[in-house]
T-cell receptor, first 116, second 110 residues
Framework: GAVVSQHPSRVICKSGTSVKIECRSL??????MFWYRQFPKQSLMLMAT?????????EQGVEKDKFLINHASLTLSTLTVTSAHPEDSSFYIC????????????FGQGTRLTVV | RKEVEQDPGPFNVPEGATVAFNCTYS??????FFWYRQDCRKEPKLLMS???SGNEDGRFTAQLNRASQYISLLIRDSKLSDSATYLC???????????FGQGTELSVKP
């Protein structure tokens, strides 16, 4: 099956710093990648849709200037949490759809961000 | 109204029990439906897709009723290893953008 690799799996950073999370499709071309956030005991909430070569589409209530998304190639999308604050601490997960098979999503392993 | 709503949990059942999860969705034009399983602090993993004709995979049976916009998952002969959170997931426009229900936690006890 298709493999999506997300890095880092865990990060602790100081308040005010920025954190970059990478999402790579290892064995397929991902035309679209999705970024989700999950708070404890809650479900995954879609933050944004990342399309290769174009601007990301953000869901209502998600600040695009705070959560910078770059999808520069068909195998890599990055999410940068800028000026992180403790309330940004969460589990961030990416998923990717396979070109030509876009009803199935493949998930990265997730990144647990803790802002202290 | 949430796009995807699930039974609130948690479900605590003994080994060997049969347990059913229910889910409703609001977008009648939704195209694809899934059940995912998520273990604590891990990414969700696809358990099974859900088809209008109903489908079965071992101890797991999924049903879809488009008219009622209702999805179900039945787990027979529960195992300890079935303990997890089960997520009802809808793909509203067939483009990989998944909408997740809030999840139902299942705990299977010996």
């Amino acid at each position: 099956g298709a493999v999506v690799s997300q890095h880092p799996s865990r990060v602790i950073c100081k308040s005010g710093t920025s954190v970059k999370i990478e999402c790579r499709s290892l064995d397929f071309q991902a035309t679209t990648m999705f970024w989700y956030r999950q708070f404890p005991k809650q479900s995954l909430m879609l933050m944004a849709t990342s399309n290769e070569g174009s601007k990301a589409t953000y869901e209502q209530g998600v600040e695009k200037d705070k959560f910078l998304i770059n999808h520069a190639s068909l195998t890599l999308s990055t999410l940068t949490v800028t000026s992180a604050h403790p309330e940004d601490s969460s589990f961030y997960i990416c998923s990717a759809t396979h070109r030509g098979r876009n009803t199935e999503a493949f998930f990265g392993q997730g990144t647990r961000l803790t802002v202290v | 109204r949430k796009e995807v709503e699930q039974d609130p949990g948690p479900f605590n059942v003994p080994e060997g029990a049969t347990v059913a999860f229910n889910c409703t969705y609001s977008n009648s034009a939704s195209q694809s439906f899934f059940w995912y399983r998520q273990d604590c602090r891990k990414e969700p993993k696809l358990l099974m897709s859900v088809y209008s004709s109903g489908n079965e995979d071992g101890r797991f049976t999924a049903q879809l009723n488009r008219a009622s916009q209702y999805i179900s998952l039945l787990i027979r002969d529960s195992k300890l290893s079935d303990s997890a959170t089960y997520l009802c997931v809808v793909n509203p426009r067939g483009a990989g953008k998944l909408i997740f229900g809030q999840g139902t936690e299942l705990s299977v006890k010996p």
